[in-house]
Structures are given as C-alpha cells and as structure tokens.
C-alpha cells in the first residue's frame, strides 16, 4: 500500500469519530457503489434546473463524475432540484477554453473512455445493443438544439432510446434517467471492472468527510501535527 493511501486510510479513521456511527455506514454502503466506469457529460445546458436534475439522477445511480460544458451557459446549482447531490460527486466545469467541447472529449479519450453522443444518427444502435466492456462517456446536450458538431464530430459510437410518441426527444433528466438505470445495471451484472480504485474510494470519502463536519480542516491540521 502506497504511503498516500495509508494517510488517506488513518486520516479517514480520524474524522469517522467525528461523524455518527450511522452517517459512517451510510458513507461506507454508497461509496461501494460508486463508479467512474461510466461517466456523464453535459454539453450547453441553458437551464439550470435541467442540469441540476441531471446531477441529482447521476447521484442516485452511483456516478461519480459528471463533466459540465459551458462554452455557452454558466451552469449554477439550483439547489431546490439538485438536493444536496452536487455535495457528493466530483462536479468538472469546461470554461476556459476556446473550444471547450473539444477539451472536454478528449481529455476523457485519454483517459480510456469511449465518447458516446446520446442521439439519434445514421450509424446509432439502439440502447440495448451499446456495449459496456470499456469505460463509457455518455454525453448529453440540449433538448431544443441536441449536440454540437463539435460534439458529433469527437464522439466515437451514437446512441438512441426508442420512442413511440409524437415528441421528438425526452426531457434531458429523464433521458440521463434512463440511460443510467440500464447501463448501471448492465455493467454491475456483467462483472465487468466498475469499481473504484481503493486510493479512489479513500480520497472521495475524505472529501464526504470534511464537507460533513464543520471543523474539518482544523482536525486535519491536529492529525497531521500528531504524525
């Protein structure tokens, strides 16, 4: 075990004392579920309640990551919708560059993710028939104007639900609602490799530890002095 990891681990056992005995296995129930293998994007979201919906379903279904794009619109939390949510995930904003899409996707493509665009598209599968033996970045965008070509142009595989109706598209959260109930499912009945890393699980719930106790950084500086 690596020196960080340790840190980590005696540091956590530190400020679990701080926090009530159920609070401790509420942590330690979710962070078991909790995956990077699938990870979300949203691309120009205008509304913020649309985005904070979307945040508070990638909670319920264990996402960790959620990457937001705002070559457009500046995402704000609309706390209302989002529920406390944004508090638990590791929330990345795309801002700074001059193309913020192309940033975006690419740097997921380094880190092994396949960039799926979630609509419909000459060369589309269906949602049943995506594949889930590598990592996946589903990448959402807006429900008047879809993805960017930005977006069509770096995503490597196009996916669609089938729809019955005379609307056109679902609302963006019950899209990202759908798409996470199958593939969380899919992937954690296939064995396949979702789980977090045991160094992930001790830094993200560090960072669950101190946005729970007040004096947080106060008890890290006692801990360290005490090494």
Partial sequence: MKIKEINHNLLNEYLFEFITI?????????????TRYLTVVIENLYQSHNTSAVIRTCDCF?????????NKNKYSINDE????????????????SENNTEFCLQTLKNKGYTI??????????????????????????TEKDGLSETAIKCAD????????????????SVSAGIFLH???????????????????????LLEWLKTSIKSSEALIENFHHKL
């Fill in 81 to 96: 919708i989002a529920m406390g949510s944004s508090n638990w995930l590791n929330i990345n904003h795309y801002s700074q």
């Fill in 62 to 70: 264990g996402i960790q990551d959620v990457h937001i794009i705002e």
């Fill in 182 to 204: 199958y593939l969380t499912n899919k992937i954690r009945n296939n064995n396949t490799a979702w789980q977090l890393t045991y160094e992930e699980r001790e830094e993200i």
């Fill in 116 to 141: 799926v665009a979630t609509t419909p598209h000459k060369n589309d599968y269906l949602l049943e028939d995506l594949k889930t033996d590598r990592k996946i970045a589903l990448v959402f965008g």
């Fill in 157 to 172: 595989e196009f996916v669609k639900i089938p729809m019955h109706g005379f609307t056109e598209s679902f609302n963006i």
């Fill in 22 to 34: 159920g609070r401790k296995q509420r942590f330690l129930d979710v962070i078991q579920l909790r």
